[in-house]
């Protein structure tokens, strides 16, 4: 069956890639890809300044569209194959139909239901990021004010596949789009583009329901069981289509070897199961079976080493630092870049933008922002005089020693800051962990979170929330040095100190 469905949407265009090999498209996906607002993801990289310390890391968002594609069909056609597996078992393990907590056997759904499914998962996929700006999430402070667009949308009589998305926008009470919010607004526009007399002008709205996991209404009713099901596919812990593909992309482009992990055995675990939102209604989730914790684990640690390694490298995180200040300041100052009076303004101001204009806006080069706040940090990073690293260790050590450091040096501007735990984050909210009952099949259970039967994802995630770090807002080397030595005195002594109390 699995073969079969993905068969029937005329997968007869290839894309070559270097991470998966071919990747087929249908005639419809060419198109999207061909749009002028897709290809403006050839400008904007997936790890934005990273380069400056990994200089290969020039790999963009349009490739990683491309394989978290392969890798959603992947996913779901291994649910399909899955499911009929565990069906044919001599003990069956999963049940014939959606029932709440339960396994269930996909191919039991109509297929022309699955082939419409696979097919809005294939173009959720695609467009995960379109609506990323430059710089990873560092735009999101400069990204259009909320209710500009909304305005903007309301007021266009032009693309009406737009007018679907507005109780979506102003279900969010953030002040600015998010980067979803804008890939679901972009589409838009493409699909009112590229659509032929025979298409539906009800599928951005249900591609923006999968990416921003909206539950479907009554007039959805055959395909409001799928969207939770293709939104854990997408973008989801602990695996996803959308992490699959940068871990590994990351980790080949910038050249090390951490991002690696058990592709064929993670597709192997896969299984569909049912829930019953607070509504009544039955909705499909993935789950991922008990015997492949191992391969989870495999890959959560590879995401662990390649963001501690690599993400958070020193000096990266210099960048990120540097960059974070200035959208604080940003917000402070309720910055717009976006001169916006129709949909066409938000699509070509969209299009203008690139890592390198937006790091231009930044500098102040084109007059846009003459904040010297923002200027001044944006024209460091641009010439590389990055802030320095002075002092790393746990949390409780390195905010002792930044108290006293920064007592004995109060002239020098200092900060201390703890990583937020990004490479073991959102493990309860995504695909659901799947244990044998006592027939035999599987099901949820209870408090069966990924901890629980994985000690090494919780103390993964207990040394990933311990990495703190003190930082001179500098690049002065002299005072760099002086400060690095000046801190190991004072963790020296202070630990010295404990010893003796103790």
Not at 206 to 222: D, Q, T, Y
Request: proline share 2%; glycine share 4%; hydrophobic share 35%.
């Amino acid at each position: 069956m699995s073969t079969k469905i993905s068969n029937s949407l005329n997968l007869n265009r290839t894309v070559r890639d270097p991470l998966h090999g071919a990747i087929h498209l249908s005639d419809e996906e060419i198109r999207i890809i061909d749009h002028r607002l897709f290809r403006r993801l050839h400008k904007i990289r997936q790890n934005g300044l990273l380069y400056l310390v990994f200089p290969s890391a020039h790999h963009t968002r349009f490739e990683h569209s491309l394989g978290t594609l392969h890798n959603a069909n992947s996913i779901f056609n291994s649910l399909l194959f899955n499911s009929s597996v565990a069906d044919t078992k001599p003990t069956c393990a999963i049940y014939d139909n959606p029932q709440n907590g339960k396994a269930f056997d996909l191919n039991n759904i109509d297929e022309t239901l699955l082939k419409k499914a696979l097919r809005l998962l294939r173009f959720s996929a695609l467009v995960h990021d379109l609506g990323h700006g430059p710089l990873s999430h560092t735009f999101d402070s400069f990204s259009p004010f909320r209710e500009k667009v909304i305005e903007i949308i309301e007021q266009d009589s032009k693309y009406l596949e737009l007018k679907k998305l507005i109780p979506l926008l102003k279900k969010n009470r953030k002040e600015r789009i998010e980067h979803e919010e804008m890939s679901c607004i972009l589409f838009s526009v493409i699909w009112h583009e590229i659509k032929d007399d025979t298409d539906s002008e009800e599928i951005p709205f249900l591609v923006a329901s999968i990416l921003l996991n909206h539950e479907l209404g009554k007039e959805h009713s055959n395909l409001a069981p799928f969207i939770s099901l293709l939104n854990n596919i997408v973008a989801s812990a602990p695996v996803d289509a959308d992490r699959m593909d940068y871990i590994e992309r990351d980790s080949k482009s910038i050249g090390v070897s951490y991002g690696m992990f058990d592709r064929e055995r993670l597709l192997k675990s896969f299984l569909p199961y049912a829930t019953t939102s607070s509504n009544g209604n039955l909705n499909y989730r993935l789950g991922i079976k008990k015997s492949g914790v191992r391969a989870v684990e495999n890959f959560i640690q590879a995401r662990f080493e390649l963001f501690v390694q690599v993400y958070y490298h020193k000096t990266n995180r210099a960048i990120e630092l540097m960059l974070s200040e200035i959208a604080t300041n940003a917000k402070d100052k309720q910055i717009n870049i976006f001169k916006l009076n129709s949909v066409d303004d938000l699509c070509n101001a969209y299009l203008d933008l690139s890592d390198e204009s937006f790091l231009n806006i930044l500098n102040g080069n084109n007059e846009i922002i003459n904040e010297n706040s923002i200027t001044k940090i944006a024209r460091s990073i641009s010439t590389r005089n990055l802030w320095k690293r002075i002092f790393e260790e746990k949390k409780k050590t390195t905010d002792d020693v930044y108290d006293e450091l920064s007592k004995q040096f109060s002239d020098y501007d200092l900060i201390v800051r703890t990583i937020e735990a990004k490479a073991t984050k959102g493990l309860e909210n995504g695909a659901q962990l799947l244990i044998r009952g006592e027939d035999g099949k599987y099901q949820t259970y209870g408090n069966a979170d990924w901890f629980n039967y994985s000690p090494m994802m919780e103390a993964l995630a207990n040394e990933e929330e311990g990495i703190t770090r003190i930082y001179l807002k500098s690049n002065d080397k002299d005072a760099s040095k002086k400060l690095r030595v000046e801190a190991r005195k004072i963790d020296f002594n202070l630990k010295a100190k404990a010893n003796e109390i103790n």
